[in-house]
């Protein structure tokens, strides 16, 4: 399962109602953080997630409403009795920008682990989820993320039956790992020969601050979900969105529908467009499943058919919005 939190939905400067983009993704009670800008933290505190818990940042580009908010949240962190180190992922340029913040955030009890992504794409691991960094159209170096949970296939009981594969070597199996069973001759067991093919796992994408680009589509290719920038509500302003490195809409709607995702969010709100639903037709007429992001939306992906504690299948995800 993952956990998201939609923090902040906004562009440029928080408002009142609305503060700056970010996002929390949250895997077996761990966190990672896509961007801090100023006023995260308290989005954070609002959300109820500990900031101690945040094992990876990734920033998208060095503009200061994505990363005012960094030496702040590290302080905070470090009085939260954060020891384990820290991985930060960001553009070129990333470790002397983020030391330069840091200069007001000295003496940290946790070590800073950087991962600066070189050229248009950047692979890592945040625990047992894929994390990708792709390369986005700004007026500066900018990424966007995608973070995939894979899902084995089924086991074959059966099968591990008729091959004699003793019961203490199931889970082993189960999780990818091959099996020497040193009791009977050292006859060796591997994951194939017990496992289906792999079933659908869990894909999320998240892209802000960027034009319109053939990345958004691959890397958000049949996503469970796409987060996407709508800087600029209405079509008539592409223009004026093309030249200040952004979308609209539509655009974005455009992004999500030849990516194949199953569903759109639309975050990064210009300070001018205070009531973004009025104009969700525009993105709705080329996308339908859309919705208009607000700060501290909360969605819980499960695999499919999979089952909660109290025995309700989840085919779908769950939606709570605050």
Known sequence: MLDIHLLGTGAMMPLPERRLA?????RNGRLLLIDCGEGTQVAIRESGWSMARIDTICLTHFHADHIAGLPGLLLTMGTCERKEPVTIIGPKGLEPVVR???????????ALRFEEIKGGRHDSMFHDVRLTGFLLDHVIPCYGYAFELDRPGKFDAEKAKELGIPIAHWSVLQKGFEVTDTAHEGRVFTPDMVMGAPRRGIKLAYCTDTRVTGSIVTHARDADLLICEGTYAESGKA????????????QAAAC?????ARE?????FSPAVMEPELFLDEASRV???????????????????????????????????Y
């Open 239 to 250: 223009e004026k969105a093309r030249l200040h490195g952004h979308m609209t809409f539509a």
């Open 287 to 321: 996308f339908p499943n859309v919705l208009v992001g607000r700060d501290l939306m909360h969605r819980e992906f499960r695999f499919e058919g999979q089952k909660d504690s109290h025995n309700h299948v989840y085919n779908d995800i769950r939606f709570y919005a």
């Open 256 to 260: 999500a529908r030849d990516a194949g």
């Open 264 to 268: 759109l969010v639309l975050t990064h």
């Open 100 to 110: 330069c913040l840091c200069v007001i955030a000295q003496e940290l009890p946790f």
């Open 22 to 26: 970010s996002l929390l993704l949250r």
